[in-house]
């Protein structure tokens, strides 16, 4: 069982882990597609200047602010001079003009977690901005790092140290087939923070399952009492809100099962609102293929139309040529 609870919070702190990589992996993408916007700026501003439009490097400077979109949620604005400027959050501007501001994800003991960090100049000083992080998957991945699976880090927590304290609490009581008093069956978590993995059972024991102490009296053998007692407790209300073990486990599997579908809906929800958001903005600002092909078809019927017009001008001018002549 403390091995089942050691796993357990292994596996939720490995996906703790794995979004930590992806955080990171996804701060250098961002790091990277701002240097390109800020080189763009640049450009368009040295094209436009001369009166000449810069249609190529508009269309690249919109697809990189949307990827940067897809990745954390931004806002941005284009100046009177053409160019824009991104932010992140509520201070991390990064593109202003020509310039590229970085942001830098790293490890940090206080929490022992990756945080983002940013830097307004090349000289300044970074200050953390995780928490202004939202939207994109830079905002999804810290939703779920920090509130779903810390939730149930604690609820594990929780669970792990109110057993090991109510078992602890009968077997000490009790007496072992020595006729020697009860030790700590579990050796005790300093608080609840991370007891689910730092429990396990008390080396004496392991050591000398003889201290195992079953009975509620000295020198009586076959007296099972305080090991009746310690199987009760799966039954009894010790959890918070007058919850039993069995009952406050199942509450948090089926939770977890509810998170899950909801999760499901919300995506298939959201794939299709982002198709429905796609299609219109297509439609304002992308290019209709069947538009174009209908566009190009009455170009050439009024080139042929013209084309046809020359020709019977020519014609009837050969004729009155003709006609003098005779």
């Given amino acids: 069982m403390a091995g089942d609870f050691q796993r357990v919070n292994g596996q939720l702190k490995a996906i703790q882990d794995d979004l930590d990589g992806q955080i990171k992996t996804t701060v250098d993408e961002i790091n990277q597609l701002t240097k390109e ?134 077997h000490i009581e009790g007496f072992d087939r020595q006729g020697r008093q009860g030790v700590l069956f579990f050796e005790m978590p300093a608080d609840i923070a991370g007891a689910s993995e730092k429990i396990q059972v008390n080396k004496t024991i392991l050591q000398d399952p003889d201290r195992i102490a079953s009975a509620a009296r000295k020198d009586a053998p076959g007296d099972n009492t305080i090991a009746n007692m310690i199987s009760t407790l799966q039954h009894q209300a010790v959890m918070e809100g007058g919850a039993t073990f069995d009952d406050y486990y199942n509450s948090q599997v089926g939770q ?25 903005r297509e439609s304002i600002s992308g290019v209709s293929l069947d538009e174009e092909a209908t566009k190009m078809i009455e170009m050439q019927k009024a080139y042929d139309a013209s084309a046809r017009l020359i020709r019977t001008a020519d014609e009837m001018f050969d004729t009155v040529l003709n006609l003098k002549r005779l």
């Fill in 37 to 170: 916007l800020a080189t763009l700026n640049e450009k368009i501003q040295q094209v436009e200047i001369q009166g000449n439009p810069a249609n190529d490097e508009r269309d690249r400077r919109d697809l990189l602010v949307k990827k940067i979109g897809e990745k954390v949620e931004i806002s941005w604005a284009e100046g009177q001079d053409g160019m824009v400027t991104v932010t992140a959050g509520n201070t991390a501007v990064l593109v202003s003009g020509t310039s590229a501001n970085e942001m830098t994800a790293k490890h940090t003991d206080e929490r022992d977690r990756v945080e983002i960090f940013y830097k307004s100049s090349e000289h300044g000083s970074l200050f953390n901005v995780t928490q202004q992080m939202k939207g994109g998957k830079i905002g999804g991945a810290l939703e779920v790092r920090d509130g779903l699976i810390e939730d149930h880090l604690q609820t594990i927590d929780k669970m792990a140290y109110t057993l090991a304290k109510e078992v602890n609490s009968s």
């Fill in 256 to 280: 977890i099962g509810s998170i899950t579908q909801r999760a499901l809906k919300g995506q298939e929800s959201q794939k299709n609102i982002l198709s429905q958001l796609g299609n219109i």
